[in-house]
T-cell receptor, first 115, second 116 residues
């Protein structure tokens, strides 16, 4: 069975500083990996995904994520954080084969960007 | 496109009452997912459909919950009878499944359910 771990419940960063939100996964075989963001009282919004190819994936709002197969990680990054990036971030995984098109989500990481 | 549409956005009901949540997926999408989000349990997949057929309902908590998808543009999640522990935000999501499993799920705004 697949699983996702987001080891930090909350990440605090100053505006203008780089940010990293961590995600590790467990899946049989190769994964599809996703990042979603949730603003207060809103649904989840797709940010980016890794399917295959280049390990560095670029997504919406200046976010990017790096797939590291040896470390089974898919950390979300942004070079310069904005206060408006403050939100709840979810990592999700699905195996390349088998498991249907069911996503398994992590528990979420609350990002707080302060002035 | 209007995105995934859910109704109602908020629902307050009393224990024992029937609750029906509605979802209209993005036009052209052929997979639909129902999720529940709570502080305690996070985001849980309840059930999903491919081409209007339920594929996996292993996440449905118990027989009080049922879901239907009578056509490609409409789905319902029903709770009967409702209990206070059902209070949560219920999300519907849809995707265009190509069989490659790399497709993106798009989420609706959610229905915030409070059972008193």
């Amino acid at each position: 069975a697949q699983s996702v771990a987001q080891p930090e419940d909350q990440v605090n960063v100053a505006e203008g500083n780089p940010l990293t939100v961590k995600c590790t996964y467990s899946v049989s075989g190769n994964p599809y990996l996703f990042w979603y963001v949730q603003y207060p009282n809103r649904g989840l919004q797709f940010l980016l995904k890794y399917i295959t190819g280049d390990n560095l994936v670029k997504g919406s709002y200046g976010f990017e994520a790096e797939f590291n197969k040896s470390q089974t990680s898919f950390h979300l990054k942004k070079p310069s954080a904005l206060v408006s990036d403050s939100a709840l971030y979810f990592c999700a995984v699905r195996p390349l084969t088998g498991g249907g098109n069911k996503l398994t989500f992590g528990t979420g990481t609350q990002l707080k960007v302060e002035l | 496109d209007a995105g995934v549409i859910q109704s109602p956005r908020h629902e307050v009901t009393e224990m024992g009452q029937e609750v029906t949540l509605r979802c209209k997926p993005i036009s052209g999408h052929n997979s639909l997912f129902w999720y529940r989000q709570t502080m305690m349990r996070g985001l849980e997949l309840l059930i999903y459909f491919n081409n209007n057929v339920p594929i996996d309902d292993s996440g449905m908590p118990e027989d009080r919950f049922s879901a239907k998808m009578p056509n490609a543009s409409f789905s319902t999640l029903k709770i009967q009878p409702s209990e206070p522990r059902d209070s949560a935000v219920y999300f519907c999501a849809s995707s265009f499944a190509t069989g490659g499993f790399g497709e993106t799920q798009y989420f609706g705004p959610g229905t915030r359910l409070l059972v008193l």
